[in-house]
């Protein structure tokens, strides 16, 4: 019986760290035949993912460029894409998330009639502007995916409302805590030389901030309640890890580069930010991944963002949505820092993961078999 071809798109970090965990499940069986392709919507940050669960690229179309537009990305994969599927004829393309390169990539399957999955599917913030263009980048690969492997129950409502046939929407859980478990196990301690300017057992926060519609003003205004915070707290420190668009660097070191206990840095790699994120004392973030990885690990987050997709996070997690208003950031971070019982209230709420067991992969790959097994 000769093997299923599937082809596993990532363009970006975060994509390569929740798509690893089925591209692992899917190669443990001998019935599919397991191609990765990365678009290189980012370079160096995709590749170390990868890497750290031993896997590489099967071909990588080097797309990105210096202040790239959206424009350049979708035609750039588009185009990319769609010749390695003429050449290699799978019949599987799986796609994740909200990127751009998941709806290029997932449009350039359709055009050609291979089925297509999306793992992460359903997730809405309700808003097509927010976070943009993520939200419809989602709502597009949703309307023309053959399995909609749904995180939660929620995402599976949101399908249904918008008309997707029950059929086709699977709940799995979340595949970034499979790789989550995955990397708890594996990591000890920080290889990154910035993170050993930390001294020993310091109070620190993470933070993180890069989307989109928070360049400019609201960037600002977080970096603003940052300063604060920090001149509020002088035994505090923080980690930020920044984005490599010029546009977030340039913000973020305008106001922080001169703040003694503040380490500016690269993207961390993904073992690096699983212990940042274990050892900080909170995480400001206003990554989507982050939200439902603090969760797990039932680490406080306050979300930087004015909606969420991921309502879980905020309802039976460990977030916290509070936008990106410098005062009510500013508030919420001094409120964590200083009572013990809003401490033990977010971390109550989380006894009930909303994300998953960290078998998602597992599924998806189960169902992908029974699916060709006995339809195809």
């Known amino acids: 019986m000769s093997r ?191 993170l050993a300017k930390l001294p020993e057992n310091v109070p620190f926060l993470l933070v993180t901030a890069h989307r989109r519609e928070s360049w400019g003003k609201p960037l600002e205004d977080i970096c603003h309640a940052l300063t604060m915070l920090l001149d509020a707290h002088p035994e505090l420190w923080m980690v930020i890890p920044m984005h490599r668009n010029p546009s977030v660097r340039e913000t973020i070191k305008k106001y922080l580069e001169n703040k003694e206990k503040a380490i500016l840095c690269d993207p961390l790699d993904y073992p690096d930010f699983v212990w940042a994120m274990n050892a900080s004392k909170f995480i400001l973030s206003d990554s989507g991944g982050v939200q439902e990885e603090a969760s797990a690990i039932k680490k406080p987050v306050l979300i930087l963002r004015d909606v969420t997709e991921r309502p879980e996070a905020v309802e039976k997690g460990s977030g916290v949505l509070v936008g990106v208003d410098g005062e009510k950031i500013f508030s919420n971070a001094i409120e964590l820092l200083e009572s013990k019982d809003r401490f033990m209230e977010i971390e109550n709420k989380c006894k009930l993961q909303p994300f998953g067991d960290g078998t998602a992969a597992i599924k998806i790959a189960e169902l992908l078999k029974d699916y060709f097994e006995n339809d195809h």
């Open 4 to 194: 299923k071809t599937v082809v596993c798109v990532v363009g970006t970090r975060p994509e390569a760290i929740k798509m690893a965990p089925v591209v692992l499940a899917l190669r443990s069986q001998s019935y599919f035949d397991v191609k990765i392709l990365a678009t290189g919507q980012h370079s160096t940050m995709l590749d170390q993912a990868l890497e750290h669960f031993r896997l590489s690229a099967d071909m990588n179309l080097h797309i990105m460029k210096e202040r790239q537009s959206l424009d350049h990305i979708t035609a750039s994969v588009m185009t990319g894409a769609g010749k390695y599927f003429d050449e290699t004829d799978p019949s599987a393309i799986l796609v994740h998330g909200d990127t751009t390169t998941t709806f290029a990539s997932a449009l350039a399957g359709f055009y050609r009639n291979i089925p297509v999955g999306h793992v992460e599917a359903g997730l809405r913030s309700g808003n097509m502007h927010l976070p943009f263009p993520e939200e419809m980048n989602r709502v597009l690969t949703d309307r023309i995916t053959s399995w909609a492997f749904a995180p939660t129950e929620l995402a599976k409502e949101n399908l249904l409302k918008e008309g997707t046939p029950e059929d086709m929407i699977h709940v799995t859980g979340n595949t970034v805590i499979d790789a989550l478990l995955y990397t708890v196990k594996s990591t000890s301690r920080p290889s990154c030389s910035e």
